[in-house]
């Protein structure tokens, strides 16, 4: 642990690369695993050929799911800590898989988001944009102004990830002299692969997982086997 408490407070371009794992602790279960969401709920729902045939169906899962659970949560001390990294200048910001959008709440300014947010949306047939806040979540399914159905601004099954976001990530990555993997088993491509192209050009990689994932045997150079509150509340010592 010193070791590492070393490589990130001497950090010039660090990044933190988030999954589920960081927000399970605010009360968000994490999508596959022991609790996950789809042990429970078959994910069909959020695919988007499904989406575009059944918005209301559709709809009604993801209100349930995503919106209810997701819109009453907080940070944590891990988000709340990863949001201090960067006000000290040594890391960047935040590559996360998650669309909770706790990070920005805790207070990160840099934040990309690789999965997108429930926080916004778009109208599927005239593209207008609104903040979730602004919209009237009882319709089922929200509709636009122009009467278009409403689509959240997360990556449904089927759908390509913006551009411009992996752009950013893979910059940061590529960039990055220290990589904090938290809370992610390493499995959803292409999110996964960003921890790897930073190995590749001499990241230094601390890992921070309950289990040992993808990147613990060959690319993490440190594997903490804790909560993230745990890790970041030590962190939060030296900073």
Not at 84 to 92: G, W
Not at 103 to 109: D, I, L, T, W
């Amino acid at each position: 642990m010193r070791e590492a408490i070393e490589l990130i407070k001497n950090a010039q371009s660090g990044v933190v690369f988030t999954g589920a794992g960081v927000s399970v602790e605010s009360g968000i279960p994490p999508f596959t695993g022991a609790g996950g969401l789809w042990n429970k709920y078959d994910p069909k729902f959020i695919e988007l050929d499904f989406f575009y045939q059944n918005p209301a169906k559709s709809w009604e899962e993801m209100k349930k799911i995503f919106f209810t659970c997701m819109g009453q949560a907080r940070p944590n001390k891990a988000h709340e800590v990863i949001a201090q990294l960067e006000k000290t200048k040594k890391f960047q910001g935040v590559i996360t898989q998650n669309i909770d959008g706790l990070h920005q709440a805790a207070g990160s300014k840099n934040v990309q988001e690789f999965h997108g947010t429930i926080h916004q949306m778009h109208c599927i047939q005239c593209a207008r944009r609104y903040d979730t806040a602004q919209v009237d979540l009882t319709q089922n399914p929200p509709v636009c102004k122009c009467g278009g159905v409403l689509k959240p601004d997360f990556v449904f099954y089927g759908e390509g990830i913006n551009p411009r976001v992996y752009s950013e990530s893979e910059t940061m990555a590529i960039s990055a002299d220290v990589m904090i993997i938290v809370g992610t088993a390493g499995q959803v491509m292409p999110a996964c692969s960003l921890p790897l192209v930073a190995k590749q050009y001499g990241t230094r990689i601390i890992e921070v997982n309950l289990q040992p994932s993808a990147y613990t045997d060959g690319v993490s150079d440190f594997y903490f086997e804790q909560k993230a509150t745990a890790f970041f509340a030590e962190v939060e010592k030296y900073l």
